[in-house]
């Protein structure tokens, strides 16, 4: 396993349009997180997934923006009639769950950049 | 008020000079002190990290969190070029998601 992939790397939309983002975790991470990063910004906490079950949203999700984890396995991240502000480093994170006493790093894939023209 | 404050220079410094780095908070329920490294339009990655108050060292990284003042802090010694890079510290508590609430990011550039 090469670590956490997303796909795409790079995305171009309009306007009003609607943009799906794919993440895959390391296999054996049950926590699955999604994170957004503006430019000059540290990223910002959006969502996270343990197993199949979103058990957490930021208030920065607002309700044109869906997240999935079907299976506990890859993670989609939809975004319905963007907007200009949209226009963001989208990044995903995956963890085992943090057990008593243990640490438990989130590993980050590359981030998916998103411009909304 | 941001929970993280993280000063976003850009700071420049020579080859071999020590750099600090340093975060403050205000969230008492943070537990877990993370510094990342992040190069252009790549995705975070872990340095070290910190449970609670203390010190920690790492080859040439040395992390120190002091609770009671909510300040942590990021030597590098010997700096290197290939040290440049965005660094952003990151903290999270033991409860719910523990999602990593991160600073701004310090851009640091090592000039040969």
């Known amino acids: 396993d090469t670590g956490v992939s997303q796909d795409p790397r790079h995305k171009i939309t309009k306007r009003g349009q609607n943009v799906t983002f794919r993440c895959d975790p390391i296999?054996?991470?049950?926590?699955l997180y999604w994170y957004r990063q503006t430019l000059g910004q540290g990223p910002e906490f959006l969502t996270y997934?343990?197993?199949?079950?979103?058990?957490?949203k930021s208030r920065l999700l607002s309700d044109r923006f869906s997240a999935e984890r079907p299976k506990g396995s890859f993670s989609t991240l939809e975004i319905q009639r963007t907007e200009q502000g949209d226009s963001a480093m989208y990044l995903c994170a995956s963890s085992l769950a943090w057990t008593s006493g243990t640490y438990n790093e989130q590993f980050f894939g590359p981030g998916t950049r998103l411009t909304v023209l | 008020q941001k929970e993280v404050e993280q000063d976003p220079g850009p700071l420049s410094v020579p080859e071999g000079a020590i750099v600090s780095l340093n975060c403050t908070y205000s969230?008492?329920?943070?537990?877990?002190f993370m510094w990342y490294r992040q190069y252009s339009r790549k995705g975070p990655e872990l340095l070290m990290y910190?449970?609670?108050?203390g010190n920690k060292e790492d080859g040439r990284f040395t992390a120190q969190v002091d609770k009671s003042s909510k300040y942590i802090s990021l030597f590098i010694r010997d700096s290197q070029p290939s040290d440049s890079a965005t660094y952003l510290c990151?903290?999270?508590?033991?409860?719910?998601?523990?999602?990593?609430?991160f600073g701004q990011g310090t851009r640091l550039t090592i000039n040969p």
């Open positions: 969230n008492s329920a943070f537990q877990y």
């Open positions: 910190t449970y609670s108050s």
């Open positions: 997934f343990q197993n199949e079950a979103q058990l957490e």
């Open positions: 990151a903290m999270s508590s033991l409860q719910g998601a523990q999602k990593l609430v």
């Open positions: 296999s054996e991470h049950n926590r």
